[in-house]
């Protein structure tokens, strides 16, 4: 029978575990948790789901990051109903994570677009906003940023269509499946001017 790790029975230690994988995720590519899932809802009321990539994660104020462009629907959804959630999926460790909060759309953003590179940068120039309907199969890029990054100067043009989405957790749902028992908890984030208490509880799996 597999060893159980050291957080099983422990509310401490998963909760270190949790700051632990976030971490890596924002800097390590293989990591399962450098991708996630953005869960909003669109002005119909429907649920809307989409991967993205974790781009920041502060460990001491627990909020996450992302990017977007300010053009796509998840945008619009957001300034409607700021309430959205994250999920995360390590098939390795059998750890999932749920992470319920409110999102804010970043005004500063020049320092997160500086960190990318100009092939990065590239996928801010399409001609058209995300989501248009179009006659053929399209990158939305034009032919010249087909196959070739743009230079930096050229890149620039992209900014004005870049923002960074920011998540504050309120709430972080972990579970773990072993075949021993599995183990579910939900961490409770409250904040004030200065400081966050995180509080963590048993539930059933």
């Known amino acids: 029978m597999k060893e159980l790790p050291e957080f099983y029975n422990d509310i401490d230690k998963t909760l270190l575990e949790i700051k632990s994988m976030l971490s890596r995720g924002v800097k390590d590519r293989k990591s399962n ?36 462009d300010l053009r796509s629907n998840k945008i619009n959804e957001i300034k409607k109903n700021k309430k959205v959630s994250l ?11 749920r992470i319920r909060g ?52 050229e890149s620039e043009k992209g900014l004005q269509n870049f923002t960074v989405i920011d998540v504050i957790a309120e709430e972080v749902e972990w579970l773990f499946l072993a075949s021993q028992g ?14 966050i208490k995180i509080a963590g509880k048993w539930l059933v799996p």
């Open 33 to 68: 948790f450098h991708y996630t899932t953005l869960c909003t809802v669109d002005k119909d009321s429907r649920p809307q789901a989409r991967t993205v990539i974790l781009r920041r994660f502060d460990i001491e104020k627990f909020h996450l990051s992302i990017h977007s």
């Open 87 to 97: 999920v995360f999926y390590d098939d390795r460790k059998k750890i999932q994570l």
């Open 102 to 153: 409110s999102a804010k759309i970043e005004v500063s953003k020049k320092d997160s677009w500086d960190k990318l590179s100009n092939w990065s940068r590239r996928c801010y120039l399409s001609d058209e906003n995300p989501g248009t309907n179009m006659q053929k199969p399209t990158s939305g890029f034009s032919e010249k940023y087909q196959f070739n990054a743009p230079s930096t100067e």
């Open 182 to 195: 599995h183990r579910r908890m939900l961490f409770d984030i409250k904040r004030d001017l200065e400081n």
